[in-house]
């Protein structure tokens, strides 16, 4: 059994530009907190092996996604819940003036930076 508490700062930034903290991990999947600021649009992505499932915490944003059920851009308000199945493709942007905040579950466990390959989005990246 685990428990662990949310870091005051960052610990990495994500391969598409979000601040990450790292809360939880395990054999079956790890947890994050992300931050995108008012106004950035972070790179497009597509992951090779893992699936997320994303809860927005607070902030404003918009992620496009598209697979080969089809394509589409939601709205990321405080209580929306998304699933990025693995092999789709997504970008994400904050377009609020507060950040963007989510807790992102991965799996299985992120292997690694390696994960993301980078594609063509449909916003223009602000985050590098």
């Known amino acids: 059994m685990k428990t662990t508490k949310l870091g005051a ?9 979000a601040d990450i903290r790292f809360i939880m991990d395990g054999p079956t999947g790890n947890m994050i907190h992300s931050t995108v600021p008012p106004g950035q649009i972070n790179r497009a992505t597509r992951h090779r092996t893992v699936s997320e499932f994303w809860h927005v915490l607070e902030g404003q944003g918009q992620i496009w996604r598209r697979n080969g059920d089809g394509e589409e851009t939601v709205d990321l308000v405080a209580g929306v819940s998304i699933d990025i199945p ?28 390696e994960e993301a390959t980078y594609v063509d989005g449909v916003w223009e990246p602000t985050a590098s």
């Open 86 to 113: 693995v092999g789709t493709s997504f970008q994400y942007r904050c377009t609020g003036t507060t950040p963007l905040k989510f807790i992102c579950i991965s799996m299985p466990p992120w292997p690694g930076d």
């Open 9 to 17: 700062v960052a610990d990495a930034r994500s391969p598409a530009g």
